[in-house]
């Protein structure tokens, strides 16, 4: 038999010597063609791309709510048309007549554009009612009159859904109690407003106080309670219950309580002098509390008509805030977020009797 004879040595590794498992990339990318090269790059390209865009629907969604909850709360600034806002809804406790500053307002929106705007609520008919701002809102619609520009066609503001008219109230009422110049005689007429109108549920101007100027102190919740009072009493006789200081009101309404007929007295003293101005009837309604105060004569009328007298106006800042003050021929009037009746009497009388010896040496060196 003939031998067979071994063509080929070949060295077979042993089993446990072979790597198992994933063939590296390098490997796969020496053995995959151009094209299977592209497709994968193309494939891993669109998972990508469909990650990002899976991140970015996400996101505006998000945005999208958030917007929605903002402008819910009023807290996005729309234009809205001035035709479009309506002022009937609440009873405002601004008084009545010209605003002195609403010039000053008007000016600052001409420089600087509408700071803070006003806040408004939806109503069903696709109109707002008005909340805050009834002030800027004048503005705006006297610029829009005074110069026809289409920039005053519309008034920043941020717009909210219709809410409890008590809420609405508490609004405008919280932003007002900031102001300086707000009376006790405004905050009194609101009160009584708000109690007199059957829609609101509320059945004594105490309770009307209670909800109006929840945020207010105690104390200051009782005088506006006062002043609502005596307004009642006095609701036909009085012509400037707005210039009526705190002071004096409060402790008019406790004399009247003790006397309910010092109003009959009150009633004839203050009507006999219809052309009185707010001076006068303040001083007049002083001598039913101050005995000893004498009032000022009442002014002689000149003519058959009623004379203007001519006024400057302007302002003068102090430590408790800015004094609006007012002067014309022999007057000088000052409103400051101050108690003047509890100023030391020798005091104040010294610092008026300074400004008088100024003003009189002023006046000599002009006329000397």
């Given at each position: 038999m003939s031998r067979k004879r071994r063509m080929f040595d070949i060295d077979m590794p042993v089993m446990d010597d072979i790597p198992v498992g994933k063939v590296p990339d390098k490997v796969l990318e020496k053995r995959r063609g151009p094209m299977a090269a592209a497709i994968s790059e193309n494939a891993d390209a669109l998972r990508n791309q469909q990650s990002t865009e899976d991140t970015i629907r996400a996101e505006n969604d998000r945005l999208a709510h958030e917007l929605v909850r903002l402008r819910s709360e009023g807290l996005v600034t729309e234009h809205v048309a001035l035709s479009d806002v309506v002022t009937e809804k609440l009873t405002r406790d601004r008084k009545p007549g010209p605003d002195p500053e609403l010039d000053e307002l008007k000016d600052s929106i001409r420089d600087i554009g509408l700071s803070n705007p006003i806040r408004l609520e939806r109503r069903s008919d696709g109109r707002f009612d008005l909340i805050q701002g009834m002030r800027r809102l004048s503005a705006y619609r006297a610029l829009y009159e005074e110069t026809g520009e289409d920039r005053y066609a519309k008034i920043p503001a941020g717009i909210s859904a219709a809410t409890d008219v008590s809420d609405s109230y508490r609004r405008m009422v919280d932003e007002n109690l900031i102001r300086k110049d707000i009376s006790f005689a405004e905050m009194g007429a609101l009160a009584r407003a708000y109690a007199e109108n059957p829609s609101h549920d509320c059945d004594s101007v105490d309770k009307a106080v209670a909800i109006l100027f929840k945020s207010a102190s105690y104390t200051k919740r009782s005088y506006i309670r006062a002043f609502a009072s005596l307004l009642m009493m006095l609701d036909k006789v009085l012509m400037h219950p707005n210039d009526i200081p705190r002071n004096l009101g409060v402790e008019l309404k406790r004399k009247i309580d003790a006397d309910p007929g010092l109003v009959r007295h009150i009633s004839t003293a203050v009507m006999s002098e219809p052309d009185r101005d707010a001076a006068r009837e303040v001083a007049l309604l002083r001598r039913f509390v101050e005995p000893d105060a004498v009032a000022p004569k009442k002014p002689t009328a000149t003519s058959?008509?009623?004379?203007?007298?001519?006024?400057?106006?302007?302002?003068?800042?102090?430590?408790?805030?800015?004094?609006?003050?007012?002067?014309?021929?022999?007057?000088?009037?000052?409103?400051?977020?101050?108690?003047?009746?509890?100023?030391?009497?020798?005091?104040?009388?010294?610092?008026?009797?300074?400004?008088?010896?100024?003003?009189?040496?002023?006046?000599?060196?002009?006329?000397?």
């Open positions: 058959g008509g009623k004379t203007r007298r001519a006024k400057t106006t302007f302002q003068v800042s102090g430590r408790a805030g800015v004094a609006k003050c007012a002067a014309s021929s022999g007057r000088v009037e000052v409103r400051y977020d101050l108690d003047f009746t509890r100023v030391d009497r020798a005091k104040l009388e010294q610092a008026i009797a300074t400004m008088l010896e100024d003003l009189q040496e002023e006046d000599d060196l002009t006329h000397g």
